[in-house]
């Protein structure tokens, strides 16, 4: 049985952790490190998973999965660097950090997979994009698709891709509660209590990607089939349309890709010439 070892139970971390769980993973197959000695013992009374140093961990499983924040990485490099035996699979999920990081500061060879995934792994709906290292097998990637297959969706991009994912899927959850909230608001506006209001849309949304994933439509047709001649909802489009909406989508979209782009660029400043 493959041992997995999650570096940093924090929100994502211990989502996959209990994701791994659910998806029939026994506890002694899965270890965790934490930095606070009362946050590790409220996950080992939950999952009844043991918690281990980062050298324990690195040494004894075979696959690491990487979940600190980006800004707390490169201590945590510097420990498991000396710790971490050759044929290891480390699995970053952090954003924005290139593989070339981790291959240029752990063991020679050592197999990177990058992920990108977004908060619904909290409720294991995560949409998650991965891309192999210089070292990653196929196999390996096959490893990363099972595991977090346990916590949502997963595909493969290639690497350059990753910074338009984080603008698509990474970000595109805060896009939809930005659009659900301005969607409660006019119904605030058209005197609607506003419990009701969320209701009515949240279950409006949960619907609607129900239709676009299970039903298998095309937004296109999905959207035309309840746009009626001279009907409600082409009234609403027409305004959705004047604001320049889809356009404003599209840029911000554009925009969160650049800030990607600007914030890996960190990483690379300190390659080696
Ligand atoms: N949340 C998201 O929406 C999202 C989406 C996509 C990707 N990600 C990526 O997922 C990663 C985790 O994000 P998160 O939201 O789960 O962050 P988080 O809740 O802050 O979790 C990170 C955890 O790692 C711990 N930690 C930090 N350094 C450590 C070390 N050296 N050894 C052991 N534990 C350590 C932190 O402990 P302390 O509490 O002591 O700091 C914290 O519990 C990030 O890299 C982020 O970029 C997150």
Known sequence: MTTIAVLGAGKIGESLLSGLLKAGRAPSDLLFTERFPTRAAELTKTYG??????????????????????????????????????????????????????????????AVVRVMPNTPMLVGEAMSAISGGAHASDADLA?????????????RVPESQQDAVTALSGSGPAYFFYLVEAMIDAGIL??????????????????????????????????EAVTSPAGTTIAGIRELEKHGVRAALIDAIEAARDRSVELGKAHEDDEPA
Not at 144 to 155: A, D, F, K, N, T
Request: net charge negative; charged share 20%.
């Open 49 to 110: 998973i043991t918690h281990a140093d980062v050298a324990d961990a690195v040494q004894s499983a075979d696959v690491i999965v990487v979940a600190v924040k980006p800004q707390d990485i490169e201590p945590l490099l510097d420990e498991m660097a000396p710790n971490l035996p050759s044929g290891k699979l480390v699995v970053s999920l952090c954003a924005g950090l290139p593989t070339k990081l981790f291959e240029r500061r752990l063991p020679e060879s050592t």
């Open 143 to 155: 490893l990363v698709e099972e595991l977090l297959g346990s916590v949502g969706m997963v595909v």
């Open 190 to 223: 058209l005197g609607i209590p506003r419990a009701t209001a969320a209701d009515l849309i949240v279950q409006s949304a949960v619907g609607a990607a129900a239709m676009l994933r299970e039903g298998g439509g095309h937004p296109v047709m999905l959207r």
